[in-house]
């Protein structure tokens, strides 16, 4: 079936989270970053998360969405076949163990594109108190899946960074090992549950040459080696994170972090920067593409 843009403005949830130091630092060990502030609960300033477990608790309502995805027409198999392609994260502030936290789904753009129907979605994570976390603009095609009614893309999606070109080479190439059971470890810390990422039976059937590592974690990664090589370790800097989701990643393997360079830019917050990087699989395919991780000073 084709999915309708007249789905545009519909909102899923909110879903409510209670935050604990047990999902936080399983979180960050699943990534192996083992930095103390993720850690160390004797520390006078107690502990974070990292920044990417926004995507924590984002997944349920997404999920929660997709359950009901027969309201606009969309069948199961359509879902199944549907891929997160874009991310755009805007860290507020880091999540800390006792957030309540709660986190709603609004569908923003639909339109047709080469590969199939693009959907775009804000997600919006806030405090008790209504105070923002985190919002991201996540991307999602519907491969082979058409678009009926006129296109809606979002107007009010953030601008992609101005990539602009590349350097002749990287300012850095960071190996990063993946574990044969990494996709395994970070389903359950994360608890973020999709069977091609532990069930080689379900991966198969999806068409899949393997289980593969979830794109988020992945992503994670690459922004824990970021963070390391030009923030001197210290999550609170990550501002906003920005990537194109495109290969693969199968385990076990080693994925390569690049990255480009470091340029000043600005935002409402004052002077920052932004470190451009992509990931490499084991094939030399790009895992993550146009990837950004804009700091604060």
Same mark, same amino acid.
């Given at each position: 079936?084709?999915?309708?843009?007249?789905?545009?403005?519909?909102?899923?949830?909110?879903?409510?989270?209670?935050?604990?130091?047990?999902?936080?630092?399983?979180? #960050?060990?699943?990534?192996?970053?083992?930095?103390?502030?993720?850690?160390? *609960? =004797?520390?006078?300033?107690?502990?974070? /998360?990292?920044?990417? +477990?926004?995507?924590?608790?984002?997944? !349920?309502?997404?999920?929660?969405?997709?359950?009901? #995805?027969?309201?606009?027409?969309?069948?199961?198999?359509?879902?199944?076949?549907?891929?997160?392609?874009?991310?755009?994260?805007?860290?507020?502030?880091?999540?800390?163990?006792?957030?309540?936290? $709660?986190?709603?789904?609004?569908?923003?753009?639909?339109?047709?594109?080469?590969?199939? *129907?693009?959907?775009?979605?804000?997600?919006?994570?806030?405090? /008790?108190?209504?105070?923002?976390?985190?919002? $991201?603009?996540?991307?999602?095609?519907?491969?082979?899946?058409?678009?009926?009614?006129?296109?809606?893309?979002?107007?009010?999606?953030?601008?992609?960074?101005? +990539?602009?070109?590349?350097?002749?080479?990287? =300012?850095?190439?960071?190996?990063?090992?993946?574990?044969?059971?990494?996709?395994?470890?970070?389903?359950?810390?994360?608890?973020?549950?999709?069977?091609?990422?532990?069930?080689?039976? &379900?991966?198969?059937?999806?068409?899949?040459?393997?289980?593969?590592?979830?794109?988020?974690?992945?992503?994670? =990664?690459?922004?824990?080696?970021? &963070?390391?090589?030009?923030?001197?370790?210290?999550?609170?800097?990550?501002?906003?994170?920005?990537?194109? +989701?495109?290969?693969? &990643?199968?385990?076990?393997?080693?994925?390569?972090?690049?990255?480009?360079?470091?340029? !000043?830019? #600005?935002?409402?917050?004052?002077? $920052?920067? /932004? /470190?451009? +990087?992509?990931?490499?699989?084991?094939?030399?395919?790009?895992?993550?593409?146009?990837? &950004?991780?804009?700091? #604060?000073?």
């Amino acid at each position: 079936m084709p999915v309708p843009t007249d789905m545009v403005g519909e909102t899923i949830g909110p879903i409510s989270h209670d935050v604990d130091e047990r999902w936080t630092m399983a979180y #960050s060990a699943s990534l192996g970053d083992t930095h103390d502030c993720y850690f160390d *609960t =004797l520390s006078d300033d107690g502990v974070v /998360a990292h920044p990417m +477990f926004a995507v924590c608790p984002e997944w !349920p309502v997404i999920v929660a969405g997709r359950d009901i #995805s027969d309201r606009w027409g969309i069948t199961p198999d359509e879902v199944r076949r549907s891929v997160h392609a874009t991310h755009d994260l805007t860290v507020h502030r880091l999540v800390r163990p006792g957030d309540h936290l $709660t986190t709603s789904v609004t569908y923003t753009g639909v339109e047709q594109r080469k590969p199939g *129907t693009f959907q775009t979605m804000r997600i919006d994570t806030v405090d /008790a108190d209504g105070n923002p976390v985190a919002t $991201t603009y996540q991307g999602g095609m519907f491969l082979n899946v058409e678009t009926v009614g006129g296109n809606r893309p979002d107007p009010d999606a953030p601008a992609e960074p101005d +990539f602009g070109r590349l350097p002749a080479e990287p =300012l850095a190439e960071i190996p990063v090992p993946v574990a044969h059971g990494a996709a395994h470890a970070y389903t359950e810390c994360a608890r973020i549950w999709n069977p091609i990422h532990t069930d080689a039976a &379900v991966a198969r059937k999806a068409g899949l040459p393997g289980i593969i590592l979830h794109g988020t974690a992945t992503l994670a =990664l690459g922004v824990s080696a970021v &963070v390391d090589a030009v923030a001197d370790g210290n999550p609170h800097s990550a501002r906003r994170i920005v990537c194109r +989701f495109r290969a693969m &990643v199968l385990m076990p393997s080693t994925i390569t972090v690049r990255i480009w360079d470091v340029v !000043p830019t #600005s935002s409402d917050g004052g002077a $920052t920067r /932004a /470190a451009r +990087f992509d990931v490499l699989n084991a094939e030399g395919g790009p895992a993550i593409d146009r990837g &950004v991780v804009v700091l #604060s000073d």
